[in-house]
């Protein structure tokens, strides 16, 4: 899939700030995730929305808090973001140890 040139800095942008042991992971999780968001709104390309809710998906919900000031950080209103920063898709929680 195309990537808008701005949707990749976006994604470099977000990359940094993740601590250099993770970032190759964080940067290969968001990069497929950012993929299905703009294959799932019929998209050629990706753009820099499509890359933040990407970035959104592949963040625990626990931790999304904290990117209400990254997106403010790269310029964009994390109203335009609210459902996926307050949706747990993706994300369920791990099965109980059963002891068998």
Known sequence: MEWDE???GALETLCRMVPETIRELARAAAHDESE???SERGAASVA???????WIRT?????RDSLVAIIEGIGL????????????EG???EPEDSGM
């Open 6 to 8: 701005s949707a990749e």
């Open 36 to 38: 299905a968001v703009a």
């Open 48 to 54: 820099v929305n499509d890359v933040v809710r990407g």
């Open 59 to 63: 963040t625990p919900p626990e931790q």
């Open 77 to 88: 209103e994390p109203e335009d973001y609210a459902d996926e920063l307050e949706s747990g």
């Open 91 to 93: 994300w369920e929680e």
